[in-house]
């Protein structure tokens, strides 16, 4: 007999994994993904890198076909890499962006193979999508209208991935993989920039990738972070928090060399105020962990400024921050963007805004001022006027109810903690057309999804034992 706590975490009768093919079938594809993954490795090392990675394009593909939640786990461990690979300044479609429209069709190949409903999440992934469609629609009055399209695109293409991981990473251990990929990768990455200094020859501060620029290279990181309360909650073995502890070291100074202070706040905001507006912890609780992570967090950046171990405009850049110095760039200079872009965009655009996106080629037509709004709630306001920014926050609001509602106490804090994390970020970036937006929203909706299977589950639960 199910029992409530297993009875909606029992995945593999929806998606056949390696488990559950017979031995024949095993053998097969191992020997297939094993030999592809040899012929990779000789080929690239004998300069035929373009075979190399087609090969590792066919393991990656068999394997995500076979169990489509593997899409997913590289997805969230790739976000961190994903900056590495471009190949120039402006370029703007990465191999994310890519997977990502493998992943949708991978989807509907796989439609009659998924049985479970979304049972919460519906309102918020319906505004998010009239938002985009609403840039889509309005996109013939933007500044660059090719450009709006575009990033509207990118508004409707995660909206629908977010139904896609709704529908696919249906469990709890489902979930907790997807979180454990996202960090595990984020540690990687911080490690790769601890021992290689995240050099480049175009920026003075440390990131991931020639053309990736530190802050893009810093929010990655930070959304890598931001799954550690998951890994946290959702897991038990005392081993395993050691571990997580470990492992957000090489994070935490990975985002400190790129010289990025946002992301440091938006974390700290997230597991500090999370556990104060989180549903159901006690008073002790509320005080404690708050203080512990002032210590933990606050303790680590005060040492690694201290061993004098960043780039050297990293290092000044925080050590500003820390003693509350003045530096060219930081506050001052976003206020002055969020004061020109509001003033034209009233002078200009009141009604329909400048367009998704368009704020930059905006400022640049009107001031001769190219600068991106570094905001996510100002942004839709100027970007596509009153009418886009209430349906953006609307979106918002709804995902805040979502996230508040969550009967279980563990997966309410975690939830709560990425939501704060989210606005946090928001207020200074313009993440709302990026993944660093959307991975953490579509981590909110997995533990709001999985709260309510709870809740049904414990339902059925007392039906059947009054039955009984």
């Given at each position: 007999?199910?029992?409530?706590?297993?009875?909606?975490?029992l995945?593999e009768?929806?998606?056949?994994?390696?488990?559950?093919?017979?031995?024949?079938?095993?053998f097969?594809?191992?020997?297939?993904?094993?030999?592809?993954?040899?012929g990779?490795?000789?080929?690239?090392?004998?300069?035929?890198?373009?075979?190399?990675?087609?090969?590792?394009?066919?393991?990656?593909?068999?394997?995500?076909f076979?169990?489509?939640q593997?899409?997913?786990?590289?997805?969230?461990?790739?976000?961190?890499?994903?900056?590495?690979?471009?190949?120039?300044p402006?370029?703007?479609?990465?191999?994310?962006?890519a997977?990502?429209?493998?992943?949708?069709l991978?989807?509907?190949?796989s439609l009659?193979?998924?049985?479970?409903?979304?049972?919460?999440?519906?309102?918020v992934?319906?505004?998010?999508?009239?938002f985009?469609?609403?840039?889509?629609l309005?996109s013939?009055?933007?500044?660059?209208?090719?450009?709006a399209?575009?990033?509207?695109?990118?508004?409707?293409?995660?909206?629908?991935?977010?139904?896609?991981?709704?529908?696919?990473?249906?469990?709890?251990r489902?979930i907790?993989t997807?979180?454990?990929?996202c960090?595990?990768a984020?540690?990687?990455?911080?490690?790769?920039?601890?021992?290689?200094?995240g050099?480049?020859?175009?920026?003075?501060?440390?990131?991931?990738?020639?053309?990736?620029?530190?802050?893009?290279?810093?929010?990655?990181?930070?959304?890598?972070?931001?799954?550690?309360?998951g890994?946290?909650?959702?897991?038990k073995?005392?081993?395993?928090?050691?571990?997580?502890?470990?492992g957000?070291?090489?994070?935490i100074?990975?985002?400190?060399?790129?010289?990025?202070?946002?992301?440091?706040?938006?974390?700290?905001?997230?597991?500090?105020?999370?556990?104060?507006?989180?549903?159901?912890?006690g008073?002790f609780?509320?005080?404690i962990?708050?203080?512990?992570?002032?210590?933990?967090?606050?303790?680590?950046?005060?040492?690694?400024?201290?061993?004098?171990?960043?780039?050297g405009?990293?290092?000044e850049?925080?050590?500003?921050l820390?003693?509350?110095?003045?530096?060219?760039?930081?506050?001052?200079?976003?206020?002055?963007?969020?004061?020109?872009?509001?003033?034209?965009?009233?002078?200009?655009?009141?009604?329909?805004?400048?367009?998704f996106?368009?704020?930059?080629?905006a400022?640049?037509?009107?001031v001769?001022?190219?600068?991106?709004?570094?905001?996510?709630?100002?942004?839709?306001?100027?970007?596509?006027?009153?009418?886009?920014?209430?349906?953006?926050?609307?979106?918002?609001?709804?995902?805040?109810?979502?996230?508040?509602?969550?009967?279980?106490?563990?997966?309410n804090?975690i939830?709560?903690?990425?939501?704060?994390?989210i606005?946090s970020?928001?207020l200074?970036?313009?993440?709302?057309?990026t993944?660093?937006?959307?991975i953490?929203?579509?981590?909110?909706l997995?533990?709001?999804?999985?709260?309510?299977?709870e809740?049904?589950?414990?339902?059925?639960?007392?039906?059947?034992?009054a039955?009984?």
């Amino acid at each position: 007999m199910n029992t409530p706590e297993t009875m909606y975490d029992l995945p593999e009768e929806q998606f056949p994994t390696a488990g559950a093919l017979d031995i024949k079938k095993l053998f097969f594809w191992s020997a297939l993904g094993f030999g592809c993954l040899l012929g990779a490795v000789f080929y690239y090392f004998t300069g035929i890198k373009m075979l190399a990675f087609a090969m590792v394009g066919i393991v990656l593909a068999a394997s995500v076909f076979i169990a489509p939640q593997m899409a997913f786990y590289l997805y969230f461990g790739w976000q961190v890499f994903d900056a590495v690979f471009l190949a120039s300044p402006t370029q703007i479609f990465t191999p994310a962006k890519a997977f990502a429209l493998f992943i949708i069709l991978i989807y509907f190949l796989s439609l009659g193979r998924i049985q479970h409903k979304i049972l919460a999440s519906k309102p918020v992934i319906v505004m998010m999508a009239i938002f985009g469609l609403f840039g889509l629609l309005t996109s013939f009055q933007a500044i660059v209208p090719l450009r709006a399209i575009l990033f509207s695109l990118q508004i409707l293409v995660q909206s629908f991935l977010v139904v896609v991981a709704l529908h696919i990473l249906d469990s709890t251990r489902r979930i907790h993989t997807a979180f454990f990929c996202c960090y595990a990768a984020g540690v990687v990455a911080g490690m790769i920039m601890l021992l290689g200094g995240g050099v480049s020859s175009r920026y003075s501060r440390g990131t991931l990738g020639e053309y990736a620029n530190p802050t893009t290279t810093s929010l990655a990181l930070s959304v890598s972070f931001i799954a550690l309360p998951g890994l946290w909650i959702l897991k038990k073995p005392k081993i395993f928090y050691l571990l997580c502890v470990a492992g957000a070291i090489p994070i935490i100074i990975g985002i400190m060399n790129t010289g990025a202070r946002a992301p440091l706040f938006a974390i700290f905001m997230g597991l500090g105020l999370g556990i104060l507006f989180a549903k159901g912890t006690g008073l002790f609780k509320r005080v404690i962990i708050p203080a512990m992570i002032v210590v933990l967090i606050g303790g680590t950046i005060i040492y690694v400024l201290s061993a004098n171990i960043l780039m050297g405009e990293s290092q000044e850049r925080l050590e500003a921050l820390v003693f509350r110095q003045t530096t060219a760039g930081g506050l001052e200079t976003r206020t002055a963007i969020w004061s020109i872009a509001f003033t034209e965009y009233v002078k200009h655009s009141p009604l329909l805004g400048f367009g998704f996106a368009n704020t930059a080629p905006a400022l640049e037509r009107y001031v001769g001022w190219y600068r991106d709004i570094h905001n996510s709630l100002l942004g839709p306001l100027v970007d596509s006027g009153p009418i886009g920014f209430t349906l953006f926050v609307v979106a918002l609001a709804l995902l805040f109810k979502k996230v508040h509602g969550i009967r279980n106490v563990r997966m309410n804090v975690i939830a709560t903690m990425i939501y704060i994390y989210i606005l946090s970020s928001m207020l200074t970036h313009t993440i709302h057309f990026t993944k660093w937006f959307w991975i953490p929203v579509t981590m909110c909706l997995l533990l709001v999804e999985q709260g309510k299977r709870e809740e049904l589950s414990e339902i059925a639960w007392d039906q059947e034992s009054a039955i009984a």
